[in-house]
């Protein structure tokens, strides 16, 4: 079955970096897109980024633009959300994501905390 699994979420300054990694089996990887969401407390879940099978092509949200970066190693089956200049706003819990092909069902990992604080 899909399995989304996330890592790399922490507590970091204001300023500084952290890099994402979701794991994914059960699927054909590479003709996948891959999405990052996030959700922080008393928020709705939104769209950070999101990457085509083969990672010619990206899409972020406006506020991410330039300060995150989504990649993937399809040989590894791996997507990374590199995130730099993270601000306290970023604050949030981080959720890779895919749409099964044949089902159109969304499958979720079980998310990464991710803390912007001094």
């Known amino acids: 079955q899909v399995q989304l699994v996330e890592s790399g979420g922490g507590l970091v300054q204001p300023g500084g970096s952290l890099r994402l990694s979701c794991a994914a089996s059960?699927?054909?990887?590479?003709?996948?897109?891959m999405s990052w969401y996030r959700q922080a407390p008393g928020k709705e879940r939104e769209l950070v980024a999101s990457?085509?099978?083969?990672?010619?092509?990206?899409n972020y949200a406006d506020s991410m633009k330039g300060r995150f970066t989504i990649s993937r190693d399809n040989a590894k089956n791996t997507t990374y959300l590199q995130m730099n200049n993270l601000k306290p706003e970023d604050t949030a819990v981080y959720y890779c994501?895919?749409?099964?092909?044949?089902?159109?069902?969304?499958?979720w990992g079980q998310g990464t905390q991710v803390t912007v604080s001094s």
């Open positions: 990457i085509t099978g083969a990672g010619r092509s990206a």
């Open positions: 994501a895919t749409v099964g092909v044949a089902s159109g069902r969304t499958y």
């Open positions: 059960g699927f054909t990887f590479s003709s996948s897109t």
